[in-house]
């Protein structure tokens, strides 16, 4: 669901297709069952409702009788996989659908598809509870639920067989697991995937994710005093930048002739050369240069100051990366990214 698709179902009045709802379920303080009874009847109904396209429930908006919308939002989320197992072993056929949630306006939106799929026959309910009774088929007339009678459920059934044989929907959850497999199994390059999952979070407005690729891609320039002050103050979000290297006011020729073992040894025993922490600000196809270089060391020139402190000379200090810094960075960079995938919703 993107923003532009969500903006445009605000847009329509509640029909067969449609419905707006102020609040999500509350299973919590389903007592008696009517709650889940009350979803399930949701479910059915749209799932038989004949149609062209898919159906949505929509949760967070408050429809008046004007047909305006009030943009509410919701404050309590669930998981898709509770609402999964409310339906399971309740109604046959298993219907398929699939909650997601979009922001809009920094308020936090609910979001029902209901897909075109063929079935045998109408779905109906295995179990009796408040507002449905088993074997009966729900469909939705207008705005409302309603109780299929004999000739509803021929049409109903006509229509299943008129359509398609299904295939495998292409889910939002498709798209997360899809890009999860990628990253863990290090099939592709990250700067292969990061346009996707850039395309990806712009389509579905997740503000973090999206930013992350843009700096990953871009590189983080310095330079913008906004950006400066921003990894100042959220230092903990962007440790993942920030590796240990080798720092000297000595410059080194990478001509050097040491195995990448040896200089290391070297640097290592040398009271010329320190450890601090320095903030990798290249854009990350640049790293995976890097990642190339497996013998010797990239050199970095910066201010002494910027990285030893307690040095005042406005003079220039060297930095040497090895091989191994590059890959610890790499991989806090993947990590990174399948951290915000999984935070997502």
């Known amino acids: 669901m993107t923003e532009q698709n969500f903006k445009e179902l605000l847009s329509k009045p509640e029909s067969s297709i449609l419905d707006f709802k102020t609040d999500l379920y ?4 389903d007592t008696d069952g009517s709650i889940t009874g ?43 996989a509770i609402l999964q197992d409310k339906v399971k072993s309740k109604v046959y056929p298993l219907p398929k659908f699939q909650y997601s949630t979009l922001r809009l306006d920094d308020k ?7 897909p075109l799929v063929k079935y045998d026959f109408p779905i109906v309910s295995l179990v009796k509870m408040k507002g449905i009774e088993i074997g009966k088929t729900y469909f939705r007339q207008g705005s409302s639920n309603t109780e299929a009678l004999t000739l509803d459920i021929i049409k109903i059934s006509s229509w299943f067989q008129s359509l398609p044989e299904f295939e495998a929907v292409h889910s939002f959850h498709d798209d997360i697991s899809n890009f999860l497999k990628r990253l863990l ?64 006011l000595q410059e080194i020729s990478q001509s050097i002739n040491f195995t990448t073992e040896q ?27 890097f990642l190339d270089k497996k013998d010797g060391f990239v050199k970095i020139t910066m201010k002494v100051k910027d990285v030893l402190p307690h040095y005042q000379k406005d003079h220039s200090a060297f930095g040497y990366v090895f091989n191994s810094i590059f890959l610890n960075l790499y991989a806090n960079i993947r990590q990174k990214l399948i951290d915000l995938i999984m935070d997502i919703n």
């Not at 990061?194 to 997740?206: G, I």
């Not at 973090?208 to 230092?235: A, P």
């Open 185 to 248: 199994t290090k099939k592709d390059k990250l700067s292969e995937v990061l346009p996707e999952l850039y395309l990806f979070a712009k389509s579905n407005n997740y503000q973090d994710l999206k930013y992350f690729c843009e700096l990953e891609i871009k590189g983080f320039d310095v330079s913008s005093s906004e950006l400066r002050n921003h990894i100042q103050t959220e230092r903990e979000k962007y440790n993942y930048r920030v590796q240990v290297i080798k720092i000297s």
């Open 263 to 289: 200089l290391s040894q070297l640097l290592n025993d040398s009271e010329d050369f320190y450890n601090a922490p320095y903030f990798f600000k290249d854009p990350l196809i640049a790293i995976e240069r």
């Open 38 to 80: 009350k979803f399930i009847k949701d479910i059915l109904s749209f799932t038989n409702t004949i149609r062209e396209t898919s159906a949505y429930i929509i949760y967070g908006v408050k429809e008046h009788q004007d047909s305006t919308k009030e943009l509410i939002g919701i404050t309590k989320n669930i998981d898709d």
């Open 26 to 29: 509350d299973f919590t303080s």
């Open 108 to 114: 936090l939106f609910g979001i029902i598809e209901i």
